[in-house]
């Protein structure tokens, strides 16, 4: 029992005391028996007001400190470090919002105001009355990380962390680094092309820093900051040595399939490369008719019995940078599914593998259309991929150099920033704009040779056009790659289907699980620049654990009474964060927290039936005694 409080109540200039009668609140919460000073001052969070709770605390013998002010959100930390130099456990100490929660929600009724003014801040003093002092966790860390996926983000990421001093072990699903942004054609800004950028990424990786696993896919995660035990499988590249005969064994190859590098506009043959890294091929064993054509000529350098392997690992952080997918139309989607209607990733490989002219199935290409917010701002997708705008702009400028005219059937033009210049760009080099209403899509329809794009403009007051073209390109827009790993690691999602952020501007690149980050576009859409930067900046957020040996964790996690534990296993179900499971404790079997992995949401004790579960900082007879605070006349 805290019997010597200290009761603060802040004016913040004004903001509360030109409503409230702060000096009523502090004479009505001075008669409560434990507190034993009540102050006002203009602004608590000053220096002058610290140093007011730092003196009474050593003047009074305080041992249970509240102040009534503004958000928590703003000035908890304040407080805390105020009480924790004035010699008490920081944790001791209650903030009461009397400003958002008072001042500013009732400013045309300031006797209402006092009133319920008095009543939070009595309940404030009754929950400190029964505070425990807390410790924050700490926990030992290795500069040791693991990033997912080796894209644009997580090669910066993993780059970036090496730079650092920072043991990485970077995993990719595919066979070959790069992710979309290695198949792109001149990447906006300054159009150097997608593998280019990579190339530059793949040297900056050979620093020895960084274990690159390819063809590999997360089994298993179990632990948590600062100790993720990690199982992966790494799956056969059947490609085991070096040759200098593999593009003689790729031409010996029989089998052809289609090229996804190249969206599936030309083939590729089982035993295949691309322009990223590694620089050794890799086979397609579920394509592979196993002839050992390629055996013949590469001889020992070609495994084809080569066996999965699993390996396990250790990291301290997990950084997801699993990317994106672009969105597939529908079948009759704008006419997809029909010769001549492709996607704007399609049209990119169509510009990279075209040699001074543009052609398509055989025919040259001389206008093409490009529809705009193809799935996306609907009723599937309710979100902007923000990117599409200025990347098809771009690729339409590109196009421009090969004598193609173009044509944009768009809702919104959104070429932010720096990327305006783009859009002025296009105009200048006489493309046309038709603008579209949501209730009225355009239409496309075969006429001969031709597509036929029927739009009604609204840039001439609803006028109806048709454009014959060679090609119509639908501008798709970003989804969320597909991963297990989501579900192992239960990381959150957004209402439009990415990874959440903790908060986008307070921690933008922390999901609610402790020590696993979101770099790039897994997390929302984004261009390249973006995507860097965010990568960039998990490194450096992982950086700020990695680098200093440890982390504190704050000590708000959930507290299991054993002997009141009756082992129904409720709270294990309803945890979001598996910080809780079931062990054998003098006998019998009860939930236990592990305190790295709980994140203090309190689930667990609103579903226990016996109340066997606490939450630190929010005890049962805190709570309370709150209530009967809050009630009382």
Request: aromatic share 8%.
């Amino acid at each position: 029992m805290r019997d010597r409080i200290g009761v603060y109540i802040c004016h913040c200039g004004g903001n509360i005391s030109d409503v409230v009668d702060v000096e009523r609140v502090a004479e009505a919460v001075g008669k409560i028996p434990e507190v034993v000073v009540a102050r006002t001052y203009v602004f608590m969070c000053s220096d002058p007001g610290q140093k007011l709770i730092e003196e009474d605390i050593r003047k009074y013998d305080l041992n249970g400190i509240v102040v009534a002010s503004c958000s928590p959100h703003l000035h908890e930390k304040t407080f805390r470090s105020a009480v924790s130099r004035g010699g008490m456990n920081p944790y001791v100490y209650e903030q009461v919002n009397i400003r958002e929660h008072v001042s500013w929600v009732h400013k045309h009724s300031p006797e209402e105001a006092t009133e319920k003014a008095i009543r939070l801040v009595k309940a404030g003093v009754a929950k400190v009355s029964l505070a425990r002092e807390l410790s924050e966790i700490r926990l030992d860390v290795k500069p040791t990380a693991l990033v997912i996926g080796a894209g644009l983000a997580g090669m910066r990421a993993a780059v970036d962390l090496a730079k650092m001093g920072v043991d990485v072990h970077l995993v990719e699903k595919e066979h070959f680094v790069g992710g979309w942004i290695a198949k792109g054609y001149k990447a906006y800004p300054e159009g150097k092309p997608g593998s280019e950028v990579i190339r530059e990424l793949i040297e900056e990786m050979k620093s020895g820093k960084i274990r690159l696993l390819t063809g590999a896919e997360v089994l298993s995660v179990t632990g948590s900051v600062g100790n993720f035990q990690v199982r992966i499988k790494v799956r056969p590249r059947f490609v085991v040595g070096e040759c200098d005969r593999f593009e003689e064994a790729m031409e010996k190859c029989p089998v052809e399939v289609d090229d996804e590098f190249n969206e599936g506009l030309r083939k590729r043959k089982a035993i295949y490369q691309i322009p990223t890294y590694p620089e050794l091929p890799a086979i397609d064993i579920a394509s592979c008719n196993r002839c050992g054509e390629c055996v013949k000529v590469c001889g020992e350098a070609i495994d084809l019995n080569q066996q999965s392997e699993v390996v396990d690992i250790e990291a301290s952080m997990i950084i997801m940078a699993t990317g994106f997918k672009p969105y597939t139309p529908k079948e009759g989607e704008f006419g997809f599914g029909r010769k001549g209607i492709i996607t704007l990733p399609q049209f990119e490989r169509l510009l990279a593998l075209s040699n001074g002219k543009l052609t398509y199935d055989g025919r040259e290409v001389r206008d093409v259309a490009f529809i705009y917010c193809v799935g996306s701002r609907n009723d599937e997708h309710e979100y902007c991929s923000r990117y599409c705008c200025t990347a098809t702009i771009n690729a339409a400028l590109a196009a421009k150099e090969l004598g193609i005219r173009s044509y944009h059937i768009y809702r919104d033009i959104r070429t932010y920033g720096k990327y305006e210049t783009y859009y002025e760009d296009a105009g200048k080099n006489r493309m046309l704009f038709f603008r579209f209403t949501p209730d009225s899509p355009p239409e496309v329809r075969t006429e001969g040779e031709k597509l036929l794009v029927k739009v009604r403009d609204q840039l001439t007051f609803g006028e109806e056009v048709e454009i014959p073209v060679d090609l119509v390109v639908l501008v798709t827009g970003m989804e969320l790659a597909e991963s297990e790993i989501y579900g192992m690691l239960k990381i959150p999602f957004s209402r439009d289907g990415f990874l959440q952020e903790v908060h986008p501007k307070l921690r933008p690149v922390e999901t609610a699980i402790g020590g696993v980050l979101i770099a790039g576009t897994c997390q929302s859409p984004k261009d390249v620049m973006e995507t860097s930067a965010s990568a960039s900046a998990a490194a450096a957020k992982a950086a700020t654990y990695l680098l200093k040996g440890y982390t504190e964790l704050e000590p708000f996690i959930a507290e299991i009474d054993a002997e009141k534990c009756n082992a129904c296993e409720d709270c294990v179900a309803e945890c979001p964060s598996g910080a809780i499971s079931m062990s054998e404790i003098g006998g019998s079997k009860v939930a236990v927290v592990n305190g790295a992995l709980c994140r203090g949401c309190g689930a667990c004790a609103g579903i226990c039936p016996v109340e066997a579960i606490n939450l630190r900082g929010y005890y049962y007879d805190q709570l309370r005694k709150m209530i009967d605070a809050l009630l009382e006349v």
